[in-house]
């Protein structure tokens, strides 16, 4: 049989090693599905296997040990050919280390085949136990034999989804095993246990691995799931450009503002801060206004307090940092403990719903106005930057009024009602 | 800046993640990578909607090996992730680097170290950045500090990618990713989309054989007419495992030398300088915000300063080190304890002339800035 995926025969491991079985049986295996070599991507790593990677006359890749499952399905996502083969070599210790990368490969069913090089023993580092070595056998440096007990890897493989899984114990010929494990669409693995002749025979004179394997529980064994999907990677055929999705906030008038004016805006998840401080930038931005803002909330943000930052400016806005608010809003218990950090260093106003007491923290002394009782808990926020405008030069509250209504919130919000509440708490102005 | 006519704007609200993505598949990339992490978030659920392939990756190992697959079969992947990500992808993009494959991952920065603060904003992976590769080797980062960048740096992180084979690291941090600005997004500069040249000879094909700008020609894994072979260790121009050899060395040496001897096409900063100033402010990232406003109004107080706002981070283009020797007062701003930029700059010695400007676990304000500069002017 001429060779056409090896380019010779005398692949360089050591003398009686099964690698050099392994890489025969793949050579018919192919050669029995009538593939080209430029047909297979052949992905190896690190291990004596991974010496095979100059000898192939496929495509080669010869990546990080274990990682090769990865790469490997990376580059079966990434084929546009779904007839290309991409095929892995492993060792025990690389399935091992990469088990994560198998299932996740089995799983998902991507089309490419795994073959593992178990010889139950780390061979190029000098015969160290793998997770695959089973208990008693000895390497060299666990003489009095391994305490761990390997696992089924096929089993495992198996349970994961995988299309095709098979063992095979010793050498001989399996290339009709490997060549239906190439064949199937989706995830497959085949499983070689063998003996590493340098460290396995030498260190366990006399073991046979039919009796290991036996005694483990690693016996030929095949499975087919004919119902495997393999995975295909969908493509958006014209996703839309992210600037298409923004609103564009033509200005409809000017605001009087002449300085940077800085907002921090203190309240409760769930009621509505961050809307209500987009809403707001909106607003600004219409009026022909700098704006930044900025969302503070913890990781879980369904609960406990949701604040926000936005600066103005007629200028644009160079440094986003808000240290000592021009203005600080606080409308919750929540986003006043979250908040109290700004106190020290507030110089501007301080409005605080009713409800919240601060004590004697605060530099400035707050206004206390009825921002929940007046607009509820879920509209305070809105309600409480309106009082702010109302009360300012910093953009008309009509335009703020505006967005609203125009907004999602909008036919939730009674609009109106709001600015009139906002302009009568407002006319209690420096009081 | 240049007022722009009222009819000529189209005001929007932006983060910086939405503009690095955007641009990003502008220029060309086109599989999305994610595996979730804060403050990462935007740029994950943008890249998700906006690339053409988006998947989810089970961890940051497999995504950077996905990554090479897709980058290795033609494509130009993207990834977002932040330091405790980074970290587990450290050995695939030094694979990523031998193998000389095209993608961007973001780095958005967050405080450290470990997990640190998910919700707190640093710029603290400087050093890690500049020694990332074994041997030393730079990998290259570039740093955006202002919206524009966001926007022109990951463009330009795509194309240089594709032209140079290489990853790229676009470092950025919590607040350049996930603020919101006003934006007139008819400024922003036309992306095209890179071109890919592939090798095209009837000769076989060697991956790794370097043209005039040491660069080498690229094929996909896959290729109907020519073997291609990439792999991670010391190789040679046919991608043929060596040991020591001395194909196998010069090939390594190359790698750094691609870059430097291309620079030109990837070194972005911004130099500003005042006639006659003594006073060099030095920034980058989001403490490069703050250092703008700072010199502003140093300049509005008479108090003379240049500003230097690095954005190609590594390898580190030498006109940084032209700039810092002319002032006699240089001030080095960023949101780290230790000044990293202020160790490559100036390595670990004392400086006649030389402050650091500091902070962890809140970002540096223009008025701190200022006060050090006056109170050494
Ligand atoms: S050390 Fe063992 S596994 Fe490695 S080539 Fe030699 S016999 Fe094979």
């Given amino acids: 049989m001429a060779r056409q995926f090896l380019t010779s025969k005398d692949v360089p491991f050591c003398k009686g090693c099964s690698h050099a079985g392994i890489a025969l049986n793949t050579e018919a295996a192919l050669q029995k599905l009538g593939v080209e070599p430029l047909d297979v991507v052949i992905v190896t790593d690190i291990g004596c296997h991974g010496i095979i990677d100059k000898f192939l006359t496929t495509h080669t890749v010869h990546g990080l040990h274990g990682r090769s499952i990865a790469i490997a399905a990376g580059i079966r996502m990434g084929l546009a050919d779904p007839e290309k083969k991409v095929i892995v070599f492993v060792g025990d210790g690389g399935a091992t280390i990469g088990l994560k990368h198998i299932i996740a490969a089995a799983h998902r069913n991507i089309d490419m085949t795994v073959v593992v090089h178990n010889n139950m023993l780390y061979g190029m580092t000098g015969g160290q136990p793998s997770d695959l070595t089973p208990a008693g056998f000895r390497t060299p440096t666990m003489a009095e034999g391994d305490t761990g007990i390997g696992f089924d890897l096929c089993g495992l493989v198996k349970s994961a989804g995988a299309a095709y899984v098979s063992r095979i114990v010793g050498s001989g010929d399996f290339s009709g095993q490997l060549a239906e494990a190439f064949r199937m669409p989706g995830f497959s693995l085949v499983e070689i246990v063998e003996i590493c002749p340098s460290y396995g025979v030498r260190e366990n004179p006399g073991v046979k691995l039919s009796n290991i394997a036996e005694k483990m529980g690693l016996t030929p064994m095949e499975s087919i799931r004919p119902d495997a999907k393999s995975f295909r990677v969908r493509r958006k055929e014209a996703p839309v450009s992210l600037l298409d999705g923004l609103d564009v906030l033509s200005s409809s008038s000017r605001s009087a503002l002449d300085r940077k004016f800085r907002i921090v805006l203190g309240g409760s998840a769930g009621e509505g801060v961050q809307v209500a401080t987009r809403l707001f930038a909106e607003a600004a931005v219409r009026c022909g206004l700098h704006v930044t803002t900025k969302g503070n909330y913890p990781v879980t943000v369904g609960v406990g307090y949701s604040c926000s930052e936005i600066i103005l400016s007629p200028e644009r806005i160079l440094s986003t940092v808000v240290r000592s608010p021009d203005a600080l809003v606080v409308v919750s218990p929540d986003g006043m403990e979250f908040c109290r950090r700004y106190l020290e260093q507030l110089e501007g106003e301080f409005y605080l719903d009713e409800s919240i007491s601060v004590g004697e923290a605060a530099r400035t002394a707050p206004r206390a106005k009825p921002f929940r009782k007046r607009a509820g808990p879920r509209r305070a926020a809105l309600f409480a930057l309106m009082v702010l405008l109302a009360d300012s030069d910093v953009f008309p509250l009509e335009e703020y009024a505006e967005v609203i209504r125009h907004s999602k919130l909008g036919e939730g919000v009674a609009v109106d009602d709001l600015v009139g509440g906002a302009r009568e708490l407002a006319s209690g102005r420096g009081k | ?377």
């Fill in chain 2, 1 to 377: 800046m240049a007022a722009t006519r009222a009819s000529e704007q189209r005001n929007v609200l932006t983060d910086g993640s939405r503009l690095m993505i955007e641009a990003m598949a502008r220029a060309g990339a086109d599989t999305f990578i994610g595996y979730p992490i804060t403050p990462a978030n935007l740029l994950y659920l943008y890249g998700m909607r906006r690339f053409p392939v988006s998947i989810a990756a089970p961890d940051e190992i497999t995504t950077l090996q996905w990554m090479s697959g897709f980058a290795a079969t033609g494509h130009v992947p993207v990834t977002a992730t932040s330091f405790p990500g980074f970290a587990l992808m450290v050995e695939s993009v030094n694979m990523a680097y031998m193998m000389e494959l095209p993608m961007v991952i973001v780095q958005a920065q967050r405080l450290g170290p470990s997990t640190g603060t998910a919700t707190g904003g640093a710029m603290g992976d400087l050093l890690l950045l500049r020694g990332v590769i074994s041997g030393g080797y730079p990998l290259l980062t570039l740093c955006p500090s202002s919206l524009e960048d966001c926007w022109e740096l990951s463009a330009l992180a795509v194309r240089t990618a594709v032209y140079l084979r290489t990853p790229v690291v676009l470092l950025t941090s919590k607040e350049m990713v996930m603020t919101h600005q006003d934006l007139n997004v008819n400024t922003l500069s036309a992306v095209g989309r890179v071109k890919r040249s592939l090798y095209s000879s009837e000769a076989p094909f060697e991956p790794y054989l370097p043209q005039e700008n040491l660069v080498p020609e690229f094929l996909p894994v896959g290729d109907e007419r020519h073997q291609v072979r990439i792999t991670a260790s010391t190789h040679d121009s046919r991608g043929i495992i060596q040991g020591v050899s001395r194909a196998g060395l010069e090939n390594t040496l190359r790698l750094p030398k691609k870059l430097e001897k291309n620079v030109a096409d990837f070194t972005r900063y911004e130099l500003d300088e005042e006639d006659g100033a003594e006073n060099l402010i030095v920034s980058y990232d989001v403490a490069a915000m703050a250092a703008r406003e700072a010199v502003a109004c140093l300049r509005r107080q008479k108090t003379g300063a240049s500003l230097l706002v690095v954005k190609t981070l590594f390898p580190t283009p030498a006109a940084y080190l032209d700039v810092v020797g002319r002032y006699g007062r240089v001030f080095v701003v960023e949101e780290n304890a230790q000044g990293q930029l202020a160790q490559i700059l100036f390595g670990g010695d004392e400086r006649k002339g030389l402050h650091l400007i500091n902070a962890i676990g809140r970002m540096i304000t223009p008025e701190e800035i200022v006060e050090k500069v006056s109170s050494h002017g």
